[in-house]
C-alpha cells in the first residue's frame, strides 16, 4: 500500500501535522524519503493558501479612552474575514510551536520578547515566509516550488531511504 506509510488515518495526520510544523518552523528536516513525499504536498498547500491572504487587512479606526479621561482615536490594523478564515484552516493543519528561551537570554526578556504573539507559528507563516513566496512568485512569474527533497540513502539500523525536504 504506497502512500499510507503503514499507520493509521489518525497516526498519518499526526506525523504530517508534527513535521509541517517542525518543517515551517526550522526550514529543514531530515526523515524517511516516503514521509518526505508525503509531506511535500500537504506543506505547499498551507503555503499556497498563507501566500493567497497574507496582506489581506482591516483598518479601523477605535475611539478609546486614555489614562486622562480624554477620548483618542487609534487606528486598529485586523484580519480581513478571509485571512481570518484561512488562519484558522491552518491553525487545524498545524500543530502551534512555542517560541524558545534563548541560552544567555533572561526570563524578563524572553516574557517581553514574546508578549505579544500568541500563535509563533502562525505569526511566522504569515509574516516571513509568505511574503518571501509571494515575492518568488512574482519574480518567477509562477507559484508552488516552496520544498525541495534530497534522497541521502539508507538509514543504518533499518535500511530506510533517508531524505531532507526544506523550503526553497
Do not use: C
Not at 510544523?21 to 504536498?41: F, M, V
Amino acid at each position: 500500500m504506497p502512500g499510507k506509510l503503514g499507520k493509521t488515518a489518525e497516526q498519518r495526520v499526526a506525523i504530517l501535522r508534527n513535521q509541517a510544523s517542525e518543517l515551517l518552523w526550522y526550514g529543514k528536516i531530515t526523515t524517511t524519503a516516503a514521509r518526505a513525499k508525503q509531506l511535500q504536498p500537504y506543506v505547499e498547500k498551507i503555503i499556497t493558501k498563507a501566500v493567497k491572504v497574507y496582506d489581506d487587512n482591516v483598518e479601523t479606526e477605535v475611539v478609546k479612552t486614555d489614562k486622562k479621561g480624554k477620548e483618542v482615536k487609534v487606528k486598529s490594523v485586523k484580519d480581513s474575514p478571509k485571512k481570518l478564515a484561512a488562519r484558522r484552516a491552518l491553525m487545524a493543519k498545524l500543530r502551534d510551536l512555542q517560541e524558545v528561551k534563548g541560552f544567555n537570554e533572561k526570563k524578563s526578556e524572553y516574557r517581553a520578547r514574546t508578549k505579544d504573539v500568541q500563535h509563533p507559528l502562525m505569526e511566522k507563516l504569515f509574516n516571513e515566509i509568505a511574503p518571501k513566496y509571494a515575492q518568488r512568485a512574482e519574480e518567477l512569474g509562477q507559484g508552488g516550488g516552496y520544498t525541495r527533497i534530497y534522497l541521502l540513502g539508507a538509514r543504518r539500523g533499518d535500511g530506510a531511504e533517508e531524505a531532507i525536504i526544506e523550503l526553497v
